[in-house]
């Protein structure tokens, strides 16, 4: 089983649509991000979390909301998506005190907004 | 100008031959460096990770950083068609992920 789980993998909805992405982990890492991957971008950082009750803004967190429903769940969330919205979602969790605070990322969710 | 430059590819290269990856940046401070493999449709994995300057081997995998050109390279050694990926190079100032700059990725193709 995976260790870092997203679904759903693939979606495709409406402009002004309400949508969610789920991600869990069973890697017991307190630390979870949620990133989004475009063509010619690269990776860039949505929010992450370092516990339950501690969220915090990334590079590019405007139209974006998340929930940390446990340690184990982390949702993010676009309130009304936009066509500009359109890219591959990756969550990621990371140990902290491990030295190199090492990504493990999920397989990603392939997100169109039409 | 991007932080992050890395060169998009594809890069095809015969089985066997060594590759090289290189990223290119333009913030001094940056000093914890990082290549990951992405595979087609998969989230990307750690391979090396490097701190300040040198050489660190692991493998056929040879990371190398070199802070006063601002340029730093992943060598693979003896390639191999499993090696087919795209290679991300990634980098920060600070210890943590929350400030991790990504390049945007290489596309390798290992030719049997």
């Known amino acids: 089983d995976a260790d870092v789980t997203q679904t759903p993998r693939n979606r495709i909805t409406k402009t002004g649509k309400r949508i969610m992405l789920e991600c869990s982990q069973t890697?017991?890492?307190?630390?979870m991000y949620w990133y989004r991957q475009d063509p010619g971008l690269g990776l860039r950082l949505i929010y992450y979390?370092?516990?339950?009750?501690?969220?915090n803004k990334g590079e590019i967190s405007d139209g974006y909301s998340v929930s940390r429903q446990a340690q184990a769940k982390f949702s993010l969330s676009l309130e009304s998506a936009i066509p500009n919205q359109t890219a591959l979602y990756f969550c990621?969790?990371?140990?902290?005190?491990?030295?190199?605070?090492?990504?493990?990322f999920g397989s990603g969710t392939q997100l169109s907004v039409l | 100008q991007k932080e992050v430059e890395q060169d998009p590819g594809p890069l095809s290269v015969p089985e066997g031959a060594i590759v090289s990856l290189n990223c290119t940046y333009s913030?001094?401070?940056?000093?914890?460096f990082m290549w990951y493999r992405q595979y087609s449709r998969k989230g990307p994995e750690l391979l090396m990770y490097?701190?300040?300057?040198g050489n660190k081997e692991d493998g056929r995998f040879t990371a190398q950083v070199d802070k006063s050109s601002k340029y730093i390279s992943l060598f693979i050694r003896d390639s191999q068609p499993s090696d087919s990926a795209t290679y991300l190079c990634?980098?920060?100032?600070?210890?943590?992920?929350?400030?991790?700059?990504f390049g945007t990725g290489t596309r390798l193709t290992i030719i049997p």
């Open positions: 990621a969790t990371s140990e902290a005190g491990t030295g190199n605070e090492k990504l493990f």
């Open positions: 890697k017991g890492h307190d630390r």
């Open positions: 979390s370092f516990d339950v009750k501690d969220i």
């Open positions: 913030n001094s401070a940056f000093q914890y």
């Open positions: 490097t701190y300040s300057s």
């Open positions: 990634a980098m920060s100032a600070n210890f943590g992920n929350e400030k991790l700059t």
